[in-house]
């Protein structure tokens, strides 16, 4: 039988795959525990505080986090809705599919979380500032929205060179 996720590795702007909105899971098994555990080592590999399942190339609606680094506090998050979002701030944020560019995003700075863990139970977090900030951002990347399309004009400018590396490195590895 063909393995459900394959060819997990981290994916760099422009690959198609960050734009497709990711589905739903349903089966949570030893398959779904072994790919959380390949994306927590490619997060701490690349120094991420998250990373979404497309960001692997796996088009399924499951994140994993960790803000402090300590192995102890990553958590994988699957089929999360957010709920209760409120207050609004600015802030730099990066992107593993997305080296070098950095870009002033505005996002709520509350935020309730509702989710499954790993064995499908229903779980719920509430989260603030940072917290809440990766929420959003890997709530995008489920729906195959990048930092880009929120970005200003003046990270426009100032990113336009770096992305344009990106663009030219993705067709040349092709
Ligand atoms: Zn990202």
Request: aromatic share 4%; hydrophobic share 40%; proline share 5%.
């Amino acid at each position: 039988m063909k393995p459900r996720f394959e060819d997990v590795r981290i994916r760099h702007y422009p690959d198609p795959v960050l734009r497709k909105k990711a589905v739903g899971v349903t089966q949570f098994d030893a398959e779904l525990a072994d790919l959380a555990d390949q994306m927590f080592a490619i997060m701490a590999e690349n120094k991420g505080v998250g990373l979404a399942a497309p960001q692997v190339g796996q088009l399924i609606r499951m994140f994993v986090m960790n803000p402090t680094g300590e192995p102890e506090s990553g958590i994988a998050l699957i089929n999360p809705e957010l709920h209760d979002v409120s207050g609004a701030e600015e802030a730099e944020e990066g992107c593993l599919s997305l080296p070098g560019i950095h870009i002033q995003v505005r996002r709520a700075t509350e935020a309730r979380l509702t989710f499954q863990d790993l064995t499908g139970a229903a779980q719920e977090l509430e989260g603030v500032d940072l917290i809440a900030r990766i929420w959003q951002h890997e709530l995008d990347h489920l729906n195959g929205v990048l930092i880009l399309d929120r970005m200003g004009p003046s990270d426009r400018i100032a990113t336009r060179k770096t992305l344009q590396a990106l663009e030219e490195g993705y067709r040349t590895r092709k």
